[in-house]
């Protein structure tokens, strides 16, 4: 679920609700409005940012809600938590469990999700080979893109 048009984050809202009826979870208002604002926002966006879109609907909405709301998107494969930016965004394959890698540009700020299975096998190779039992296993690079680095060199 990455960041789309205003139809594009529609798309991916009813998708979440799918998925979420299927797993007998459930997608409340408070839940599909943060949703909306990490999928809307066309960047990583932070715990605060969202908590900031939303008081512009509902004014008393506090911290922990947000934050409760995030956790429960990251259980549900809908949101991914970029620990480099201190941010979030949607998932771009909710619909199965997948290794996540990220590709973070730092000067435009641009991050592309890729789920390659031969670098997650890679990891947990290197960490079973070392007896270490991992938890969590989100790769995040940072450098340039493409477009950037293009633009850099004056292309």
């Known amino acids: 679920m990455s960041a789309a048009e205003p139809a594009g984050v529609e798309r991916e809202l009813r998708q979440a609700e799918t998925l979420c009826q299927r797993r007998g979870v459930r997608l409340t208002a408070q839940r599909r409005r943060v949703l909306r604002a990490v999928c809307g926002a066309g960047r990583p966006v932070g715990a605060y940012d969202i908590l900031a879109a939303l008081r512009a609907e509902l004014p008393r909405v506090a911290p922990p809600t947000v934050y409760r709301a995030l956790e429960f998107l990251q259980r549900q494969g809908l949101v991914h938590k970029l620990q480099t930016l201190h941010a979030y965004v949607g998932c771009a394959h909710p619909d199965h469990p997948h290794a996540s890698q990220f590709l973070i540009c730092t000067d435009c700020g ?46």
């Open 110 to 155: 641009e991050v592309e999700e890729i789920a390659d299975a031969a670098i997650a096998d890679s990891l947990g190779q290197a960490a079973a080979a070392s007896g270490f039992r991992p938890t969590h296993g989100v790769v995040e690079l940072t450098g340039t893109c493409a477009d950037c680095a293009a633009h850099r060199n004056g292309r």
